[in-house]
């Protein structure tokens, strides 16, 4: 099994790793790495979210950067808010024992003019919002031209979001000598017109099985009930957990919604927290759950991207997702850093197919506990 020293990582990161429990490193960490550390190169990975790419690009990345020169050298995007935050404490926490090399993160929601004032001390890496990003350039508050390395995080994301125009400028602003390093769930149509207008043709591409892809630390299990009975088994799988926190995730803003307020009415500390909300209402619920005024956070898929809260020891799925990749980010929000952890989902009778479907398709074993 390599370690992340047998694939070129610096003792300074390897400390930083260890005392976030990262001791081993995962397929996509293990074959991109190489790729990237040390190289000019573009790059493509097509990996699901939660399987590690913030290390697996960012440790190159990291490693690229020359802590004397303090102008930005590298920009990541991002397609949201939580999730350009939780790659930017990422990069932090990794240089922790390293010559210090300053991150930045711009997005939507904070506010602009506190952003400007941030970007005038010494910043190599800026973690952005796209649209956020090209706010600052229409202000000249920011210059690009000294990029050396442009990573897509989530692009097939970013451009159901509506930002291909946006990183398009981005691409064309930064033309020369940068390389791009692009990473997607999915490869469709936009995302490969992007490949061939942008990227060099022999870029390495990497595509990470998704039978590899599941933490082999999650315990997945599931209860088989009618739809009316889920709130029961909920309800007593929490009394039996007694302090442990987790997330629960359910379909849709109106099952969140009607959900909580169950949980509240049977005194479970809870918040809830769906698309619909204001940036403020939303920055608010996750300050209370993660300082862990509130024992459980009711989420639906979309809300709950980019979440990354310490020492969550279950996920609930009130409903099961529509796609696998969700099932893999949602289940990924426990067993981390090398901790163990639950995914119980609640199925009725109609759902059983789509439960076989997740075992064959993830390589993975639910267990009965109904």
């Known amino acids: 099994m390599n370690t992340f020293k047998d694939i070129g990582i610096a003792d300074d990161y390897l400390r930083g790793l260890a005392e976030l429990g990262i001791q081993v490193p995962t397929e996509v960490q293990t074959k991109t790495i190489p790729k990237l550390l040390g190289k000019t190169t573009d790059f493509i990975g097509q990996a699901q979210t939660g399987t590690g790419k913030t290390a697996a690009f960012g440790l190159p990345l990291l490693a690229a950067m020359n802590a004397k020169q303090p102008h930005i050298q590298a920009v ?32 939507g929601g904070d506010k602009i003019d506190r952003q400007i004032e941030s970007l005038k001390r010494p910043t190599q890496v ?37 930002f291909r125009d946006d990183i398009e400028s981005i691409m064309k602003m930064t033309k020369g000598d940068r390389n791009i390093w692009l990473f997607s769930a999915t490869m469709p149509p936009g995302i490969k017109k992007m490949i061939g207008r942008y990227l060099s043709a022999d870029a390495p591409f990497l595509k990470i ?63 809830v927290l769906h698309g619909d909300l204001m940036q403020t209402e939303r920055d608010k619920i996750m300050r209370m759950f993660k300082k862990g005024r509130a024992r459980i956070l009711v989420t639906t898929d979309v809300a709950a991207r980019g979440i990354d809260v310490e020492g969550l020891s279950f996920v609930i799925h009130h409903q099961l997702p529509e796609k696998n990749e969700y099932y893999t980010h949602r289940s990924g929000r426990t067993a981390r850093a090398g901790k163990t952890g639950v995914s119980l989902a609640l199925i009725t009778r109609h759902e059983e197919k789509q439960l076989a479907r997740l075992e064959k398709q993830l390589s993975i074993s639910f267990r009965d506990v109904g």
Not at 214 to 222: A, D, E, L, S
Not at 242 to 256: P, V
């Open 76 to 107: 990541v995007l991002a397609p949201t808010r939580e999730l350009a935050k939780q790659v930017q404490k990422h990069l932090f926490r990794y240089t922790k024992h390293t010559e210090k090399i300053f991150s930045e993160v711009v997005c």
């Open 126 to 162: 800026l973690v952005a919002t796209p649209g956020r990003l090209m706010d600052l350039v229409r202000r000249k508050a920011i210059d690009l031209t000294g990029i050396k390395i442009l990573v897509l995080d989530e692009a097939d994301e970013m451009l159901k979001l509506g």
């Open 209 to 271: 099985d998704k039978k590899h892809i599941v933490n082999p630390n999650i315990r997945h299990q599931f209860i088989l009930c009618k739809e009316g009975e889920k709130l029961k088994h909920i309800v007593k799988f929490l009394a039996d957990s007694g302090e442990q926190r987790g997330l629960i995730f359910c379909r849709t803003r109106a099952d969140t919604i009607a959900f909580g307020k169950e949980l509240v009415a049977r005194e479970v500390s809870c918040v």
